[in-house]
């Protein structure tokens, strides 16, 4: 039996292409059967794709991609599949971590600014996803404003 699954896949959300909706539209053209949802540092897409999923009888597992420092100070990467997204620990880490993503902006466009490009912070909010923002809507920003065709 040919079971296709998927279970490291980003939206809109973070650096991916797509929707939550749009994602399992593909995940059903390409006949996969389970898909984990897994968008860098964010979870605002899960509850949408996995209701996507349910209505096209995909199996779905909600998930997300942390990004850490390791202790030489390398990026890692790291799969969470399966959470529960309502567990209190979780998600006052969760938001700890969403509200550090959020301040980290500032420096952000102060160094885009050094180049000439002005963008307030008013501006990014107006789109963002959830009530922080992170690199993701400074890119989506880029892109939408046709500073840059690609992030």
Known sequence: ???????????????GACTPKEL???AVKENIKAIALTDHDNIAGVEEAAMFAKNNN???LKGIEISTLYKDGRILHIL???IDLYNEEFLCAYNEMREARDQGIKPILVEIKKQGIIIEIE???KKAVGKYLDRYDVYRYF???KICNTA
């Open 143 to 145: 892109i939408e404003n």
């Open 1 to 15: 039996m040919n079971y296709k699954i998927d279970l490291h896949t980003h939206t809109n959300i973070s650096d």
């Open 58 to 60: 995909i199996d779905f």
């Open 80 to 82: 969470g599949i399966g």
């Open 123 to 125: 501006e990014l909010r």
């Open 24 to 26: 399992i539209e593909v």
